[in-house]
C-alpha cells in the first residue's frame, strides 16, 4: 500500500516539474484582468473600490492565486436599483483540449488541475440594471472621490483614442459649446494610424462629426450585414487626458441619424493591467454596441 502511494506521489511531482509542456498559458504573477461592461453612466465598483463607468476594468488574483477569494461588483446609476453580483470561476476551455489535442496532453491536464488553471475568472462580465428606482449615486463616498482624484491626476496626459463604427469621421478641439478654439491650428482633423482609426488627444471638447456604419459577421464569419447611417451626426464629447478610450459610433434607429458616445478607461486603471495600450483600445472599441441600456442612452443624448 505504501509502496503505491509513494508512487501516485512521485508520477504527481513528476507532472508539476513538467508544468511547461502541454499546460494553458498564464500570468507568471498569477493574476489576471477582468472586464466590465454595464448601463451607460453607471458606476462600477469591485469589492468597494470604484474601477469605471460604463466600462471598468481590474487586476485581480487568479483562482490558481488565491482559490478562496471572493470578488463582488456593484453597478450604481441614478434612476436604478442598484445591483450586487460575485464575480463566477469558470473552466478555462483549453483544459479540456489538453486530452483531445495536444500532445502530452494527459500531462498537462494533469498540472493545470492540481495547480488549479484550469479555472479562471470570466474574462468579461456583463451587468444590466433593470428595476428603476429613486436612487442616487453618491458621488461624495470615499470610493468616488479617489476615482476622481486619481483620474484627474492624470489630465495632463494625452489619451489613446480609437474611433469604431463610423466611417468619413473627423474631429476637432472646440469649447463646451463645440465652437472652435480661436488661435489654434489644429482645426479639423483624421484619425490615423495603420487602420486609419486611431489619434492622441489632449484633455478637452471635441466636436465628432462623421456617419456611423457598422459591419457585422455571422458566427462562423461566412456572412456578414453592413448597416450605414443615412444622416451624418455631430456631437461634441469631453474627452478626459490620460488612459485609453473609444470614440463610438450610433444611429438613432428613429431618425437613422448618426450619433456618437465615449468609453473611457482612466491611466490609472489602464497602466495596471499589464496589456498594451492597442489591445486595450481594441478591448473597448470591440464592444462599444455592447454597452447596455444604449437605446435608451441615445433617446436622452
Keep these: 500500500m505504501f509502496q503505491k502511494v509513494s508512487v501516485h506521489l512521485s508520477l504527481i511531482a513528476f507532472l508539476f516539474s513538467l508544468n511547461n509542456c502541454a499546460t494553458m498559458s498564464a500570468r507568471e504573477d498569477g493574476l489576471q484582468v477582468i472586464f466590465v461592461k454595464a448601463p451607460a453612466d453607471s458606476h462600477i465598483y469591485l469589492d468597494g473600490e470604484k474601477i469605471g463607468e460604463t466600462f471598468g476594468a481590474s487586476l485581480i488574483d487568479s483562482p490558481k492565486k488565491d482559490p478562496n477569494k471572493q470578488y463582488k461588483l ?16 469558470e473552466i478555462h476551455m483549453l483544459f479540456g483540449w489538453n486530452l483531445i489535442f495536444l500532445v502530452g496532453a494527459p500531462i498537462g491536464f494533469a498540472v493545470d488541475y492540481f495547480s488549479g ?17 429613486n436612487f442616487k449615486v453618491n458621488l461624495n463616498s470615499e470610493s468616488n472621490r479617489n476615482y476622481v482624484q486619481k483620474r484627474d491626476a492624470d489630465q495632463n496626459l494625452p489619451v489613446t483614442v480609437k474611433f469604431n463604427k463610423v466611417e468619413s469621421v473627423s474631429y476637432e478641439k472646440t469649447d463646451a459649446n463645440g465652437n472652435p478654439i480661436q488661435n489654434t491650428s489644429s482645426g479639423q482633423q483624421w484619425p490615423g494610424g495603420e487602420y486609419g482609426d486611431e489619434a492622441k488627444l489632449s484633455q478637452g471638447y471635441y466636436k465628432i462629426s462623421g456617419y456611423y456604419r457598422s459591419k457585422d459577421y455571422n458566427t462562423s464569419r461566412t456572412a456578414s450585414v453592413t448597416r450605414v447611417a443615412k444622416l451624418p451626426g455631430t456631437k461634441v464629447l469631453a474627452i478626459p487626458g490620460g488612459g485609453v478610450g473609444a470614440i463610438c459610433g450610433a444611429m438613432d434607429e428613429k431618425t437613422n441619424r448618426t450619433t456618437f458616445y465615449w468609453i473611457h478607461l482612466p491611466d490609472f ?9 492597442y489591445m486595450q483600445s481594441y478591448y473597448i472599441a470591440k464592444h462599444c454596441e455592447q454597452v447596455f441600456d444604449l437605446k435608451q442612452y441615445l433617446s436622452q443624448s
Excluded at 456593484?74 to 470561476?89: A, C, N
Excluded at 486603471?269 to 495600450?277: F, Q, T
Design 74 to 89: 456593484r453597478i450604481e446609476k441614478d434612476g436604478f436599483e442598484p445591483k450586487e453580483i460575485e464575480v463566477t470561476k
Design 117 to 133: 488553471s484550469y479555472l479562471h475568472y470570466n474574462r468579461w462580465v456583463e451587468v444590466n440594471l433593470d428595476q428603476k428606482s
Design 269 to 277: 486603471i489602464s497602466k495596471k493591467l499589464g496589456e498594451s495600450i
